[in-house]
């Protein structure tokens, strides 16, 4: 199992002095936050895409490349690539190249976004949400496995005789995660390809999240990639800790209370019950993310946020040193107990390289789902 953190990106006023970074001193804090989490032992660093104020990752290709020559162990990934509003084709080319540049280290989560205003930006009907998900991953599957393309759809102009370069490392494309809060179709997407499925996991009750793995583990089943316990399933979590629970709260509250995401809303304490949000100590943040494998059965990529709402940089890289001393040694030894020898690990490149000699690679059909 994975555990590891993602940004949104945001540049927020700190409301305890209220100073606002520079973008200059949030991109670079983003990087001195991913170099730590590998320092501290995490597996994985997510960046966001974003192209609107107050958020700065509108290149997560170009950060995690930077990222890549500055570490050796860590798993680079996106929360979220945008499929409906970039170019199939330049994420082929653009993650294929950051595939290589960082030997592997790759994977890629693909979503909608939630800022309406992005779609007309590039030229797209956000009406369309959903259709372009899906057209433009099936091109976007289709350039990654095959050397030469021919494809026509209703979004783009078609290709003929294309070939997407660089072609994959090891003919392996990256690892695909579908990420959705909401939508059922985007559970399906990941389940008809026999992807991964990330579930956002953090401003909606588990009941919500629990529907939607149920329905893509279901689906996943059924379109013959395996058993629903085999499924790949990553969540989101939030998480602010201090070695005592009081001084968790009483740090947290005010970036809480005016936070943009959730600000000026239900109180913390509302929002931590009705919510995945843990605010306290190490054994309350264990405790409540072991109660996720109950919620959602075993699975294989944890991502906690926690540089947002105008946390300063220091907090967050002593909020990293606890996690990775205290908190996720224990959740790694606790979710191995009892875990079932036919649930898959994470997927890396060498595991998916691997499977592929192997011959276990096999490929979803060629209709696309939806259509």
């Known amino acids: 199992m994975q555990f590891g953190i993602f940004s949104v990106g945001d540049v927020t006023t700190d409301p305890t002095n209220g100073r606002t970074p520079t973008e200059h001193e949030r991109i670079k804090a983003m990087v001195a936050i991913a170099l730590k989490a590998e320092e501290v032992g995490l597996d994985v660093f997510?960046?966001?895409?974003?192209?609107?104020?107050?958020?700065?990752?509108?290149?997560?290709?170009?950060?995690?490349?930077?990222?890549?020559?500055?570490?050796?162990?860590?798993?680079?990934?996106?929360?979220?690539?945008?499929?409906?509003?970039?170019?199939?084709?330049?994420?082929?080319?653009?993650?294929?190249?950051?595939?290589?540049?960082a030997d592997g280290r790759v994977d890629v989560m693909l979503g909608r976004g939630n800022t309406g205003p992005v779609?007309?930006?590039?030229?797209?009907?956000?009406?369309?949400?959903i259709p372009l998900a899906i057209e433009n991953y099936a091109l976007l599957h289709k350039l990654w496995r095959e050397d030469v393309v021919d494809w026509e759809g209703r979004f783009r102009t078609p290709l003929q005789g294309f070939t997407s370069t660089p072609r994959p490392l090891d003919g392996v494309a990256p690892f695909?995660?579908?990420?959705?809060?909401?939508?059922?179709?985007?559970?399906?997407?990941?389940?008809?390809?026999?992807?991964?499925?990330?579930?956002?996991?953090?401003?909606?009750?588990?009941?919500?999240?629990?529907?939607?793995?149920?329905?893509?583990?279901?689906?996943?089943?059924?379109?013959?990639?395996?058993?629903?316990?085999?499924?790949?399933?990553?969540?989101?979590?939030?998480?602010?800790?201090?070695?005592?629970?009081?001084?968790?709260?009483?740090?947290?509250?005010?970036?809480?209370?005016?936070?943009?995401?959730y600000g000026h809303g239900p109180s913390l304490e509302e929002f931590m019950a009705e919510t995945p949000l843990t605010v306290g100590s190490p054994q309350q943040v264990i405790d409540r993310t072991l109660e996720f494998r109950e919620f959602f059965g075993d699975y294989q990529r944890q991502l906690f946020l926690m540089d947002h709402a105008g946390l300063p940089l220091k907090t967050v890289l002593e909020q990293l040193d606890i996690l990775g001393e205290e908190v996720v040694p224990v959740l790694r030894k606790e979710f191995a107990k009892d875990r079932p020898a036919g649930v898959p690990d994470a997927p890396t490149h060498a595991s998916r390289l691997a499977a592929a000699k192997a011959g276990k690679g096999a490929e979803a059909p060629e209709t696309p789902v939806g259509a």
Do not use: C
Not at 51 to 72: D, Q, R
Not at 119 to 129: C, K, L, T, V
């Open 176 to 261: 695909v995660w579908h990420g959705s809060i909401r939508s059922p179709e985007i559970a399906e997407q990941a389940a008809y390809y026999g992807d991964g499925f990330f579930a956002n996991n953090i401003f909606w009750p588990k009941e919500h999240f629990m529907r939607l793995i149920s329905l893509y583990r279901q689906r996943y089943a059924h379109y013959g990639h395996g058993t629903p316990e085999q499924a790949v399933v990553g969540l989101g979590g939030q998480v602010f800790v201090r070695k005592n629970s009081q001084d968790a709260v009483r740090e947290f509250r005010p970036y809480f209370d005016v936070a943009p995401v």
């Open 46 to 101: 997510a960046t966001g895409e974003h192209h609107n104020p107050p958020f700065v990752p509108s290149s997560p290709t170009t950060m995690l490349g930077y990222i890549a020559a500055k570490t050796e162990r860590l798993q680079l990934s996106t929360a979220t690539t945008l499929i409906t509003t970039n170019d199939p084709v330049k994420i082929a080319e653009d993650f294929a190249m950051l595939q290589h540049l």
């Open 119 to 129: 779609y007309p930006w590039f030229g797209q009907d956000i009406r369309q949400g």
